[in-house]
Nanobody
Framework: QVQLVESGGGLVQAGGSLRLACAASGSFRSINAMGWYRQAPGKQRELVAS???????NYADSVKGRFTISRDNAKNTVYLQMNSLKSEDTAVYYC?????????????WGQGTQVTVSS
């Protein structure tokens, strides 16, 4: 089973930047698509950005031009560089990954990391 551990969240002023990281560990054959989701209080969890195994990326309209997703396959890590942060970016950010395990394929979530943007 894979474990996804996020890091890099915190408190930042509007206009500032943060870089989130999500490292996968455990026993698996490969990591396919990876993504970042977020959930603000009282709202549904939403996709922020995703990256395929071939590094094709997809972004929510609300973050296009401000956020950049990338991955380091050698480190089994996905990153989210967040620039020009706004108060509406405040949320718990979750890492997600499609895993090809030793026996079957499955989807896995990290525990989440809080991002708070003060205005």
């Amino acid at each position: 089973q894979v474990q996804l551990v996020e890091s890099g969240g915190g408190l930042v002023q509007a206009g500032g930047s943060l870089r989130l990281a999500c490292a996968a560990s455990g026993s698996f054959r490969s990591i396919n698509a990876m993504g970042w989701y977020r959930q603000a209080p009282g709202k549904q969890r939403e996709l922020v950005a995703s990256v395929t195994g071939e590094s094709s990326t997809n972004y929510a309209d609300s973050v296009k031009g401000r956020f950049t997703i990338s991955r380091d396959n050698a480190k089994n890590t996905v990153y989210l560089q967040m620039n020009s942060l706004k108060s509406e970016d405040t949320a718990v950010y979750y890492c997600n990954a499609d895993i090809t395990g030793l026996v079957w394929k499955y989807n896995s979530w990290g525990q989440g990391t809080q991002v708070t943007v003060s205005s």
